[in-house]
């Protein structure tokens, strides 16, 4: 098991990809904190693991509240008795154009993807030097690696995370702490039509899924587990000398 006895905190872990890796880790043996700002949905994860033999620790916060994200992680790691792996995963696509940009929702868009990404990365190094190192994975995108011509918020936040990966993993190294970063192509997940469906209209999100998969050599979605396993590859000792690395998970897009 790649992550036997590691104590893992994965953020927006209730949905989608979150999920797909909390259901991997506890496979691979980690001990896991699920945070997430659906209180229900963590309900029905913590059922859901416990169904398949397993015990997890839940909390419940809004990650775009600088308070919330670093109390939520600290609670986390005092949960779990201690922290080795953070994959801080917390994102949201934000506002679709730049002309009367809505400032709020500008700033949410920045708090969730970056700044919560930053307080995570800040609080978890602290109990991860107590252990001797640990592996913090952040979640960007291929909008992260090549500009989105539809989400332009998106895409600077996600530009950020590829930065704060390789700035701290620079940082961290002599703490044997490893700082990485996923970049997944359209995923398929509740997410997928934020960026897909914007209007509305769910012809219009049909359009702009097959436009986006024509792109696409491999020409399909991004599935959950696919993401997590190259967190969990990226979170386990197998990746013991892989850091500052922006690693897609696209089918190729990226590749052109
Ligand atoms: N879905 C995609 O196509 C795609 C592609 C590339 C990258 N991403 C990135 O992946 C991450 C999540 O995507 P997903 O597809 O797994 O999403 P998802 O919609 O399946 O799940 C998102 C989770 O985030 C939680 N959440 C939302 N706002 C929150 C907040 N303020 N505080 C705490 N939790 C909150 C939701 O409750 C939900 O459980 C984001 O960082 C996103 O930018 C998504």
């Known amino acids: 098991m790649r992550l036997a006895d590691k104590l893992v905190i994965v953020t927006a872990a209730a949905s989608g990809m979150g999920r797909a890796g909390v259901d991997l880790f506890l496979r691979e043996g980690a001990r ?10 963590l309900a029905a994860l913590a059922d859901d693991a416990k169904a398949k033999g397993h ?3 839940t909390i419940q916060a809004d990650l775009s509240q600088p308070e919330q994200m670093r109390s939520s ?7 779990l008795g201690g922290l080795d792996v953070l994959w801080a995963h917390a994102g949201i696509p934000g506002p679709a154009g730049i002309e009367d940009l809505d400032l709020a929702a500008y700033d ?10 930053a307080l995570g990365a800040g609080e978890a190094i602290k109990h991860m030097r107590k252990r001797g190192g640990g592996a913090i994975v952040f979640t960007s995108s291929i909008s992260g690696l090549m500009g989105s011509m539809f989400s332009p918020i998106y895409s600077t936040a996600k530009f950020a995370v590829v930065g704060l990966t390789k700035s701290l993993a620079q ?23 934020g960026f897909t469906g914007r209007s509305g209209d769910p012809q219009e ?23 997590a396993h190259a967190v969990l590859w990226l ?12 690693l897609p998970v696209d089918g190729g897009f990226t590749a052109r």
């Open 32 to 41: 896991v904190a699920a945070i997430d700002i659906n209180a229900e949905a």
């Open 55 to 57: 015990t997890i620790a």
């Open 73 to 79: 992680i600290n609670d986390a790691a005092a949960a």
């Open 108 to 117: 949410q868009a920045i708090a969730l993807n970056v700044t919560s990404a």
């Open 171 to 193: 940082t961290f190294a002599p703490d044997n702490v490893r700082v990485n970063v996923v970049c997944p192509g359209l995923a398929d997940t509740p997410m997928k039509i």
């Open 205 to 227: 999100a049909e359009a702009n899924q097959a436009r986006l998969l024509a792109s696409v050599p491999m020409g399909r979605l991004c599935r959950p587990e696919e993401a």
């Open 235 to 246: 979170a386990s000792d197998d990746a013991s000398f892989v850091t500052g690395v922006a």
